[in-house]
């Protein structure tokens, strides 16, 4: 039988074999490499997600939790109880408001796959528990031998982070054993002490998730083997991207916008990728697309971009190494030293001469590095600030620098420790509570409920404006201020009460019995539940376009081709049903081209919802400094218009009914925009009717709400109401509008944190110029400038009876616009009503050295229609 190969191989074809030979190996170890890869796609094992003292059942996303009851030890030792009170910023029922209590120590035990790793997510809610008072919850929690919580107060953490649940995460190096045990033990050092839990998660993880990180400030190549390491998350964040939930993330993680994280007057601007991601050597685990398909970048011009840094700053516990996780993703640009960039942790080079393209490949690809440093317990310490900045050695063709996420992690220490103290609330917060529960409490009564910690909206720095007003929130009978869904103990809550996206807000109950009169129905349509189905697919999810604590907002269509937007209510929020009342109420009776139109509403077999124009702009806000898809940012023209169009609705409001209506929630998130930039008030669930304008008495006595930032302080200190608190709000929204940052920052230095408070003394100081928007500075008018901020100024007095009414607020705003327009017409001015208060300011502003445009021609006719709605507002 002859042989299928020569016996003998010339030189020639000996080479060509050895090299097919070569080929075909190297394609099996490409082969099994991939193998490899794909095996660690994916979580090895199915995810434990335990409601601690419930029956389980699914949460807002849709995932599926169990009763912890056949992992928890000790039984005896422990005991399951529901939560006293719902708050309506919890984002679901389940597992918040059931908890397993243990009055001894007691633990879980719950099957791990050996050599594997998880994340584990420890859900706390601070309530009454079977009459147990929460602030004397101390206790320690161990998994496996690792300190994970020591004399921790729940209480004490929600009371200083303001706010309503905790959530913390940690990332557990492999497992030696087939179970993981969490040990939860009372503290001994305070009587009375008790441990609970609300909710575990165990998510395993791919071992190739965590790698090395290099230390930062040490030569040699030191680096944080993060394998081994056990860590806990301090902060996750979609830079320049909104809130990602866990049901779009592989591993279940939460993200959030980075926006109150931002230091600095200029905030870089937010770019949305056109293109599909494409995840070729990077595990798509690692972060999902939605994080590197947006980003914050310097986005300014080359001189601007050279004269700052963009900064983040993130409070830490002092003497632990932290880990910092940078995710990248160039989509712009597709050659690699287009934009070079470097990149500081505290103040010390991590990086010099960043390259996304560099790193990554090309263009759409997304990548990470890891760097670790260890933050020690010197004054002012306790900070991770994170900076960018272009490198201009690199001669590269842009000077800008781009981040698309980031995450942060606590390293545990070599006595496999993780846990950090308790925080120190503020010494205002606790002097005014006090002073709040001496005024609240009712002689003889119970007053436990009182110490109830739940959700307040406010900044995870406990800085002394917000501490002056977070008393109202904590001490109340039922909670008064709505917070952002979206709340762990690692991220600020938003001082906000609006949908996280939104085009409308949330809130809300449903029940099969009718809370509205029949008055009240009669002056909208009535939607029947199927056809708000129908508008709305069935509420399909592609359909949302804003996601709050109270529920969803979607966007439908009805009779054919009308865009609506449908409130729809989360039936786990009993006060969301005053609250939708109050909008059917008031805007059933009201129509002005100003105020957002209720169409109509549907209460039907538990369902309730609200239907609204559909505003195709979304809010205020979105386009002063979260700019969408990277849309140019308003002009200032369009700012003043849209502050016109704003003030004419509250004028409306305020004037133009029999009675009073005081909205008490006016901020940017409120003002919503058409498609024709027109701008209308929205979101009147907790709107009061005051008095008629010739009472005597010109307030409303009632419980403090409204929103941190834009909340009238002598409205909190009296709690008085007045329709003069909306114009402080307003105030504040002129001064956003002008300086194109948040009403609160709380990573800005103390003198900054209130947008309000910064805009004041840099008035004072003559340093107004300073803050004005890069985007607007040397475009506006001198004389519109100085009109526009006497009465923003005028509005933020510390006395109501100091500020200008709203109709007094109009008439400056459209003069300011006709001063923009035509300098020169300031001679020409209508005259105000002679009731109208004086609203030139008392004090000198600081002249700005703008360049005058040429004048234009302007009837007195149309100064008469400009003007005229201050004397009489109508409706649409």
């Known amino acids: 039988m002859s042989s299928c190969f020569p016996v003998r191989l010339h030189a020639k074809s000996s080479s060509l074999g050895a090299m097919h030979m070569h080929a075909l190996i190297n394609r099996f170890f490409f082969f099994l490499l991939l193998l490899l890869h794909i095996s660690n796609a994916a979580p090895p094992t199915t995810p434990i997600l335990l409601s601690c003292g419930g029956n389980g059942g699914k949460d807002t996303d849709g995932r599926q939790w169990e009763s912890d009851s056949k992992y928890v030890t000790a039984t005896g030792n422990s005991q399951t109880s529901s939560a006293a009170f719902q708050d309506p910023s919890l984002p679901s029922a389940v597992p918040y408001m059931n908890a397993r209590v243990f009055m001894a120590e007691a633990s879980y035990k719950l099957p791990v796959e050996p050599d594997s790793r998880y994340y584990l997510r420890l859900h706390f809610y601070p309530s009454t528990y079977t009459s147990l008072d929460p602030t004397t919850s101390y206790f320690s929690a161990v998994a496996n031998g690792v300190t994970l919580l020591n004399n921790f107060s729940a209480s004490i953490t929600a009371q200083a982070l303001t706010q309503a649940y905790i959530v913390k995460e940690y990332a557990l190096p492999p497992l030696q054993s087939t179970a993981l045990e969490i040990i939860f033990r009372p503290s001994d050092k305070h009587s009375g002490s008790f441990a609970f839990i609300n909710g575990v998660e165990l998510i395993p993880i791919p071992s190739h998730l965590f790698g090395t990180a290099s230390m930062v400030g040490f030569e040699g190549g030191d680096a ?132 996304i393209i560099g790193w990554s490949g090309g263009k759409d690809v997304p990548t990470y590095k890891d760097y670790a440093f260890y933050v020690s317990d010197g004054l002012g310490d306790e900070n991770i600030t994170l900076q960018l900045h272009p490198n201009t050695e690199a001669h590269a063709e842009y000077l800008d620098a781009r981040l698309n996420g980031v995450e942060v992690f606590k390293v545990g220490d070599a006595n496999k420790n993780l846990a950090g103290p308790n925080p120190v609330p503020s010494p205002m917060l606790l002097k005014a509570e006090a002073a709040s529960t001496a005024a609240f409490a009712t002689p003889g009564s119970d007053n436990t409920h009182i110490k109830v910690i739940g959700g307040a909206a406010g900044g995870a720095a406990a800085f002394s404006l917000v501490a002056a007003l977070c008393v109202a929130v904590y001490h109340r009978k039922k909670r008064v201020v709505r917070t952002n869904s979206h709340t762990s103990s690692w991220l600020p809550v938003y001082t906000n009460s609006h949908t996280s996206v939104s085009k409308s807000t949330i809130s809300g109950k449903g029940h099969a019995s009718s809370h509205f009169s029949s008055r009240d129905g009669g002056l909208c349509r009535h939607f029947t539940l199927p056809e708000i189905k129908l508008a709305t697919k069935n509420f399909d999810e592609s359909c949302v376009i804003g996601v709050g604590g109270f529920g969803k907002v979607y966007k439908g269509v009805i009779d054919g081709n009308t865009k609506v937007a449908i409130k729809r209510s989360n039936p786990n929020s009993e006060q969301g049903v005053n609250e939708f009342q109050t909008e059917i109420e008031l805007l059933s009776k009201l129509r002005h081209r100003h105020l957002v139109s209720l169409i109509g509403f549907c209460e039907e077999d538990g369902e309730m919802a609200l239907v609204y124009d559909y ?262």
């Open 224 to 355: 944080i083997d993060e394998q081994s390491s056990n860590m806990e998350t301090m902060v996750r964040l979609n830079a320049g991207g909104q809130y990602i939930s866990p049901a779009n993330d592989s591993l279940a993680r939460t993200w959030y916008d980075d926006t109150p994280y931002l230091a600095g007057a200029v905030m870089g601007v937010t770019s949305k990728a056109n293109g599909t991601i494409v995840y070729e050597d990077l595990p798509q685990y690692v972060a999902p697309p939605d994080v590197y398909s947006t980003s914050r970048s310097m986005g300014y011009s080359k001189d601007l971009a050279q004269s700052y840094n963009l900064t983040w700053v993130f409070q830490v516990d002092a003497n632990f190494t932290y880990i910092t996780r940078l995710h990248f993703c160039e989509y712009d640009e597709s050659m690699a030293n287009q934009i070079v960039f470097d990149i500081y942790l505290n103040g010390k080079m991590a990086y010099q001469g960043a390259d």
């Open 615 to 876: 505003m195709a702009l979304g809010t205020l806000r979105e386009h002063l400094y979260k700019t969408r898809d990277n849309k140019p940012h308003l002009s200032w023209k369009q700012r003043l218009e849209i502050a016109i169009g704003a003030a004419r609705g509250l004028h409306y409001l305020h004037t133009g009914a029999k009675y009073t209506i005081i909205h008490r929630d006016v901020k940017t998130t409120n003002i919503l925009l058409d498609d024709n930039w027109v701008a209308k008030v929205s979101d009147f669930g907790l709107s009061k009717t005051g008095p008629e304008m010739n009472q005597a008495q010109a307030h409303v006595s009632t419980v403090v709400k409204g929103s941190f930032g834009y909340l009238d302080p002598e409205y909190y200190r009296r709690q008085q109401l007045t329709e003069k608190s909306d114009v402080y709000s307003f105030g504040v929204v002129l001064f956003e509008a002008l300086c194109g940052r948040p009403a609160l920052n709380p990573s800005l230095p103390k003198e900054q944190v209130s947008l309000g408070d910064w805009a004041l003394l840099c008035i004072k100081k003559g340093t107004f110029e300073d803050i004005i928007d890069p985007h607007i500075k040397g475009k506006i008018k001198p004389e519109c400038l100085k009109k526009y901020v006497d009465v923003a100024h005028k509005c933020l007095a510390d006395q109501g009876i100091d500020r200008p009414s709203m109709g007094d607020v109009l008439w400056s705003l459209e003069s300011a616009l006709q001063l923009q327009e035509n300098p020169e017409a300031g001679s020409k001015q209508p005259k105000k009503n002679s009731s109208s208060e004086d609203l030139t300011s008392d004090e000198q502003f600081t002249e700005v050295s703008l360049d005058h445009e040429s004048p234009s021609s302007s009837s007195d006719d149309s100064n008469n229609a400009i003007f005229s709605q201050i004397v009489n507002p109508k409706g649409r």
